[in-house]
């Protein structure tokens, strides 16, 4: 396999134009020679689509399989702090598509972060209870039935949580490809480290990897914890490498045999999705401090975490160069606060419109 074989498999997918790629690829001097190691970021938190990350690239997929098929709904899943749902929302908008949200949770007492986004841009939004931090089976088969029952009564297409599905999938399969034409056709790095939630990043970038012909080792950090991921997760990655490969058809050999190498990192979220920790607010403030980039602290920052332990550790030999995939989040910082939903905006107490004066 090479870069050939990648750039023509992601040219015959069906896509519509989202982002603003190729995104930043860039080296952290000032935590390389802190840390002793090379450590490079791309820049996927400008992917172009609200306030940028990973589901930009998987959207431009999704959705135009979602056109091709004549839908003009979309109902897509998440919990109340999703940057996913988010980004599905307002690619919906560029799109001229109806979008609606299953939020995973009860109806927050102040709107923030991705809620609030949500709130602006007239996502029809859905709750029904289901903690994910500590998610209860019952509560997830719960959740399982409204969402077929919610795609059935709306006759949407059906994007699942984070956008792991097949057909989204050549989005991080086409990261590498960007990341290799930045680095002149290779992929010279030690480790690629990103954030592991749904499994469809990850899965992507070693799928990209393998139709490609790399092989570099790839962490992905778990963003909640063990005990959530062996509930709501149907396989490892390996497994999801395999059903994936099975279904966008790639060659036999792929299907057959193992992903690039890849190791799931677990115990920077034990506190569970979304509870905030020191060790990734520290984080933050390494990354702030020392290039002037943010993390947020769902997802970058413990991944993040992760990776500046694993390096602490000696997992990572000293002048490993490394390759940090910023993923978004970045609404998930204080923005705004509300006591209830906002309403329409407005200028000196008179609701704005789109009509003139």
Not at 54 to 73: C, H, P, S, V, Y
Not at 146 to 153: D, G, H, M, N, Y
Not at 192 to 200: L, M, P, S
Not at 325 to 336: E, F
Request: hydrophobic share 45%; charged share 15%.
């Amino acid at each position: 396999m090479s870069l050939d074989h990648l750039q023509q498999f992601i040219a015959s997918r069906p896509r519509v134009r989202l982002g603003e790629f190729p995104t930043p690829l860039v080296k952290l001097e000032r935590l390389s020679r802190q840390l002793g190691v090379e450590l490079w970021m791309k820049r996927d938190e400008l992917s172009g689509v609200a306030f940028g990350g990973n589901k930009t690239r998987k959207m431009e997929f999704i959705l135009a399989d979602a056109i091709r098929q004549g839908f003009a709904d979309i109902l897509t899943v998440g919990p109340v702090t999703s940057n996913h749902t988010m980004m599905t929302a307002m690619a919906c908008l560029r799109l001229g598509l109806s979008c609606h949200c299953l939020v995973a949770g009860e109806p927050p007492r102040s709107y923030e972060g991705n809620i609030l986004l949500l709130q602006y841009m007239g996502a029809n939004l859905i709750y029904e209870p289901l903690s994910l931090a500590i998610p209860d089976p019952a509560d997830v088969a719960r959740y399982d039935a409204a969402t077929a029952r919610i795609q059935a009564e709306l006759g949407a297409y059906l994007i699942p949580a984070g956008g792991t599905m097949p057909v989204g999938e050549p989005g991080y399969m086409n990261a590498i490809l960007e990341i290799a034409v930045q680095c002149c056709g290779d992929l010279p790095f030690d480790a690629i480290f990103v954030a592991y939630g749904t499994g469809g990043t990850s899965a992507g970038i070693l799928l990209g990897q393998a139709v490609a012909g790399f092989s570099v080792p790839v962490y992905a950090v778990a963003v909640g914890s063990r005990q959530a991921f062996d509930i709501l997760q149907e396989s490892d990655l390996a497994g999801l490498f395999k059903e994936m490969a099975a279904a966008l058809e790639l060659p036999a050999k792929l299907q057959a045999g193992q992903p690039p190498p890849f190791h799931e990192l677990y115990g920077y979220a034990e506190s569970g999705y979304a509870v905030p920790t020191a060790s990734a607010s520290a984080a933050i403030e390494l990354l702030a401090r020392g290039e002037g980039y943010f993390l947020d602290p769902v997802y970058t920052a413990k991944a993040f975490d992760g990776m500046l332990d694993q390096i602490r550790l000696g997992r990572i030999p000293a002048g490993s160069r490394i390759l940090f995939i910023h993923t978004g989040g970045l609404s998930m910082l204080p923005l705004a606060r509300f006591a209830s939903p906002p309403g329409p905006l407005s200028r000196n107490g008179s609701t704005v419109s789109g009509e003139g004066e």
